[in-house]
């Protein structure tokens, strides 16, 4: 963990520290023990997502899934449970491919799945408020440069 933190996180830490930083990390689906004892994937890990990455390392933007159907979630978690993990360990971002798997995975189902969470108390409801306003966030972001693109090309 020394190595880890002293040379492998030291290029992250300091790309997320600048100013205009990524505002998106995408997760992997990569066990740690080391950073989650529990041994889950990355993506489903709130050691991982909120621990290391949200509170040790100051990330407040987007967290993103890979492909949620992937083998290693798809083979090990069933559908509901990995869509709870991944929530409540901070991701705010599900990616569906729908080329990892021969089943296409219906969106409106996803969405019922967490909605039953919520329902349920399994994800609190200011989990999914939160991960919405940080896209909300982004987006005006990007709406802005948007507009200040289209003034530089309106002016020339």
Not at 56 to 85: P, R, W
Not at 117 to 140: N, P, T
């Amino acid at each position: 963990m020394a190595v880890m933190k002293k040379k492998e996180l030291k290029p992250y830490q300091y790309l997320l520290a600048q100013k205009d930083a990524c505002p998106i990390v995408m997760t992997a689906h990569v066990v740690n023990r080391h950073l989650d004892p529990g041994g889950k994937p990355a993506t489903l890990s709130k050691a991982i997502i909120q621990g290391k990455l949200r509170d040790e390392m100051g990330f407040q933007g987007i967290v993103s899934t890979d492909c949620m159907q992937m083998s290693a979630i798809a083979d090990n978690y069933s559908l509901s449970e990995a869509l709870k993990l991944s929530i409540n360990a901070g991701a705010d971002m599900l990616i569906f491919s729908n080329q990892q798997s021969p089943v296409w995975q219906n969106p409106a189902d996803v969405i019922d799945l967490i909605y039953a969470h919520v329902k349920s108390g399994e994800i609190k409801s200011s989990r999914i408020e939160s991960a919405y306003q940080r896209i909300i966030h982004l987006k005006k972001k990007l709406s802005d440069v948007d507009k200040n693109i289209a003034n530089i090309i309106d002016t020339q």
